[in-house]
């Protein structure tokens, strides 16, 4: 995890994608296919520059939901299992970047006390390329800023391939709609997958405070990790 880049690009293209629901809407079977163009807003002589590239993907996945509250949840958990296939699909040849990507987001929140709650997410991903180009940087995962390693900065982002991040939340309500927390947030990144170490990662931790307006929760951190930084965000992390 001691790579940091930012890449910067735009992306152009559509996607879409349909879903069956089974058990009253708890679980979601998903399907998609997205097609995107890729290019950087760099020139060729910067160090972050990559030559254009297309994706044409298809994705899948499993969603289990049993929460109070979608917004803001004190109690039940939500897991999410995707995988999308890239380039070529049944030895068929579809166009573009040739990849493999697979990603589980799991959260479990419940009461500790009243008023309250405790909450823990867990994120695995993975990126595996086989096209043999350097040209899809972006396509990798970052680990820094307001929604995953809160004492690092969002514009100096671990890099990598394969990543995994653990954010704890323990949730008090202050009443009048204020809701106060204490974090931490641990995780680390890496080109391979047996870079990714469980004793040498990256670790933050700090308080906030939420206001749950009608648009949902209005988010203010302080976070202590590489910096100390204050994070303003809308929606809770997890």
């Given at each position: ?5 930012v ?73 999410k ?22 990603n ?38 970052f ?7 809160r ?12 990543e ?48 749950i ?19 303003f ?6």
């Amino acid at each position: 995890s001691n790579q940091r880049r930012v890449f910067e690009n735009v992306r152009f293209g559509y996607s879409f994608g349909f879903e069956m629901d089974y058990f009253y809407n708890k679980l979601r079977h998903q399907f998609g296919y997205k097609q995107e163009n890729v290019q950087s807003t760099k020139v060729s002589s910067d160090s972050d520059y990559f030559s254009p590239y297309k994706i044409h993907s298809f994705q899948t996945g499993l969603v289990w939901t049993q929460l109070d509250n979608l917004v803001n949840p004190t109690v039940g958990e939500y897991a999410k299992l995707s995988y999308e296939k890239g380039g070529r699909l049944l030895g068929v040849d579809i166009g573009g970047v040739v990849f493999d990507r697979w990603n589980i987001n799991m959260a479990r929140f419940f009461p500790v006390f009243d008023k309250m709650t405790f909450g823990t997410r867990f994120l695995l991903g993975a990126f595996e390329s086989q096209s043999g180009s350097d040209t899809f940087e972006p396509e990798g995962y970052f680990l820094g800023g307001t929604y995953s390693l809160r004492g690092f900065k969002d514009s100096q982002p671990f890099y990598g391939n394969y990543e995994y991040l653990i954010n704890t939340e323990l949730r008090v309500d202050m009443g009048a709609g204020f809701q106060g927390a204490l974090f931490c947030d641990l995780g680390d990144v890496g080109s391979e997958l047996s870079e990714l170490s469980l004793s040498n990662f990256q670790f933050s931790y700090g308080i906030g405070v939420r206001y749950i307006s009608p648009i949902g929760p209005i988010r203010v951190d302080l976070a202590k990790g590489e910096d100390t930084i204050i994070h303003f965000g809308l929606g809770q992390v997890f």
